[in-house]
């Protein structure tokens, strides 16, 4: 069946630094990718999204690209800040969307 | 911008006691669906309906749990006797196709 894999945390950053938190995926058909993110106590929320090979999303700084060659949706940000702090999941579903299935989730701490 | 509400956020109970979570979807959405995070594990999928009935539902959601859409704007979710291992984060979602929209969460712990 459909699977993620996402590197397991905690990751523990300095503020400013450079952010990479790997995810490969497992699919049959053309999955939509997203990044949610879990702030401490709260709910899970849409970070971005990329439907479709090449596609990459982006929102709030972080970015990740869709590259179906490597079955990757990596998030990145340039410059963290210790408001990032938070569990990250990378997910996909199917085209219609019909079931979200989540990778364990990367906690990431940032250091003032 | 429309929101998923969950109701209650925390709800605590006796273990066997019945307890039924509910969502509000969003209003245009036709796909409702639970999910289950444990403290600390992944986010886990229970079911999906559509159309007045189950479309999906994982080997967690066994004949303890049920949902229903009893009017036109809420989606319950109901846990028959509960179990110490139900303890764990419900998440409702609702979409009209990707992505799906979730709910803040309802914590269920179970005494």
């Known amino acids: 069946g459909d699977s993620v894999t996402q590197m397991e945390g905690p990751v523990t950053l300095s503020e400013e630094a450079f952010l990479t938190i790997n995810c490969t995926y497992t699919?049959?058909?053309?999955?939509?990718l997203f990044w949610y993110v879990q702030y401490p106590g709260e709910g899970l929320q849409l970070l971005l999204k990329?439907?479709?090979?090449?596609d990459k999303g982006s929102n709030k700084g972080f970015e990740a690209t869709y590259r179906k060659e490597t079955t990757s949706f990596h998030l990145e940000k340039g410059s963290v800040q210790v408001s990032d702090s938070a569990v990250y999941f990378c997910?996909?579903?199917?085209?219609?969307?019909?079931?979200?299935?989540f990778g364990a989730g990367t906690r990431l701490f940032v250091k003032a | 911008e429309p929101e998923v509400t969950q109701t209650p956020s925390h709800q605590v109970t006796q273990m066997g006691q019945e307890v039924i979570l509910r969502c509000v979807p969003i209003?245009?959405?036709?796909?409702f669906y639970w999910y289950r995070q444990i403290l600390g594990q992944k986010v886990e999928f229970l079911v999906s309906?559509?159309?007045?009935?189950?479309?999906?539902k994982s080997e967690i959601f066994d004949d303890q749990f049920s949902v229903e859409r009893p009017d036109g704007s809420n989606f319950t979710l109901k846990i028959r006797s509960t179990k110490l291992e139900d303890s764990a984060m419900y998440f409702c979602?609702?979409?009209?196709?990707?992505?799906?929209?979730f709910g803040p969460g309802t914590r269920l712990t179970v005494l």
């Open positions: 209003s245009n959405h036709l796909y």
């Open positions: 997910a996909l579903s199917d085209t219609g969307g019909f079931k979200t299935i």
């Open positions: 309906f559509y159309n007045n009935e189950i479309s999906e």
């Open positions: 979602a609702s979409n009209k196709g990707a992505p799906q929209y």
């Open positions: 990329a439907t479709k090979a090449d």
């Open positions: 699919a049959t058909g053309y999955p939509s």
